[in-house]
């Protein structure tokens, strides 16, 4: 293979890889600057890249931080973006790992890392498919809408009850599944207050 010529990538790549998964499959790293340099491949974040002939994604930043983060869950403002329940963009990708995890350092996109208990931390998750074969782990609504409420210190009052009041007026939804995951982290109290105050 002449210097200049574009190496193939593997078919057993996906859509979005690591540099180690490259390694795995026999890319050599002078064949990844060759790909880079015919814009065969793009760098989303440092160490995970994409087919430049990929399905186009609104969601690549959160594809980049899945792949930097794979046992993290989006949380907080950015699963109520996923969600659609609330019209702010987030700023950062926010991200939650276990609580006895080390905190994910990842410049790009900018994300920040929440330290979520151990014995929940998986409860209400989902797995949502941001393009074609390619799925993120991301918190339910509901449990999007819970945690926002009990962290409304960081995320802010307006953003949660916000997202609080279109949770509950969306068809087929109703106060039980949030009680349930109140009472599972243990906010029963404020929870219900808020929601018959939204209500009201």
């Known amino acids: 293979m002449g210097e200049h010529t574009q190496p193939e990538i593997p078919d057993r790549l996906g859509p979005t890889f690591t540099t180690g ?13 060759r790909l880079l340099q015919h814009d065969a491949i793009h760098e989303l974040s440092r ?4 087919r430049a002939d990929a399905a186009e994604s609104v ?23 996923v969600h659609e329940l609330t019209d702010e963009i ?5 991200v939650a790992v276990p609580r006895n995890a080390g905190l994910p350092r990842v410049a790009y996109p900018p994300v920040i890392a929440h330290r979520f208990n151990i014995a929940s931390f998986e409860e209400g998750l989902e797995l949502r498919e941001v393009a074609p074969g390619e799925h993120i782990r991301i918190y339910s609504p509901a449990r999007s809408v819970v945690d926002c409420m009990r962290l409304r210190h960081r995320v ?3 953003v949660a009850l ?3 009041r279109s949770y509950l007026r969306r068809r087929g939804t ?3 599944e949030l009680m349930r995951f109140a009472r599972l982290l243990d906010v029963e109290g404020p929870i219900g207050q808020a929601i018959e105050v939204v209500l009201a």
């Open 21 to 33: 998964e490259a390694r795995r499959a026999g890319l050599s790293s002078r064949a990844m600057a």
């Open 47 to 50: 160490g995970v890249y994409r």
């Open 162 to 164: 916000r997202a609080l």
């Open 156 to 158: 802010g009052d307006e």
């Open 59 to 81: 969601f690549l930043d959160l594809i980049a931080v899945a792949a930097r983060v794979p046992r993290g869950i989006f949380c907080l403002e950015t699963a109520l973006s």
């Open 174 to 176: 109703t106060s039980r």
């Open 90 to 94: 987030p700023a950062v990708v926010n």
